[in-house]
C-alpha cells in the first residue's frame, strides 16, 4: 500500500530525527533504522529530505532501502504476523497455518490489512522448529498450531 502524503505526526517525527543526521553520509543507516523504528516504515515522502540533510542523491537513499529487507517503504500494521515456511513446518501443517491466517485476514503475505491491524510475513524458519507448525505475533511465539488455534490467536489481537 502506497503512501507518499505524510501525516502530521510523521513529519514531527522525521523533524526530530533527520537533523540529527545533518551532513553525515555514514548516518545513512542508523537515520533509516530510526525512522523504520518510529514511524514503522520510510515514507517515499521523507526520501528527499533525508537525502538533502546526508547530502546524497535520492537515488542512493532509495537504493539502501531497497537493499535490506530489514527497511520497508510501505506502512506496516500494528502487529506483524510471520508465519514459518520452513521445512519443519511444512512437513507439520504449515502451509495451511498460512492458508487459514491469510484467510482470517483476508490479505496475502507481504500486504497489511487496509485498518492497518496487521501486516502478513512469511519467515524461511523462525528458529522454533521442535514447536512446527510455528508463526509469531509481534515478539510472541506460536506452537503446534492448528487452524482453530490460528483463529483463537489472531481475534486475541483484532
Ligand atoms: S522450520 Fe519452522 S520454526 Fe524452523
Not at 537493499?67 to 520452513?86: E, K, L, T
Not at 507481504?110 to 509469531?136: W, Y
Amino acid at each position: 500500500m502506497e503512501k507518499e502524503k505524510l501525516s502530521f505526526e510523521e513529519k514531527e517525527k522525521l523533524q526530530k530525527i533527520i537533523p540529527q543526521y545533518q551532513g553525515l553520509k555514514w548516518g545513512l543507516i542508523p537515520l533509516l533504522q530510526r525512522v523504520q523504528e518510529d514511524l514503522g516504515y520510510i515514507p517515499r515522502g521523507a526520501i528527499r529530505s533525508i537525502a538533502d540533510a546526508l547530502d546524497l542523491f535520492p537515488s542512493q537513499v532509495q537504493g539502501v532501502i531497497t537493499f535490506y529487507a530489514q527497511f520497508s517503504m510501505d506502512p506496516r500494521g500494528r502487529n506483524i504476523v510471520r508465519v514459518c515456511r520452513g521445512t519443519a513446518c511444512h512437513v507439520r501443517g504449515g502451509r495451511t497455518i498460512l492458508k487459514v491466517v491469510k484467510q482470517n485476514l483476508q490479505i496475502e503475505e507481504g500486504k497489511t490489512t487496509e485498518d492497518f491491524k496487521f501486516t502478513l510475513e512469511t519467515v524461511a524458519c523462525l528458529g522454533t522448529c521442535f514447536l512446527a507448525p510455528v508463526m509469531m505475533v509481534n515478539r510472541s511465539y506460536f506452537g503446534k498450531l492448528v487452524p482453530p488455534k490460528v483463529q483463537s490467536i489472531i481475534r486475541q489481537y483484532d
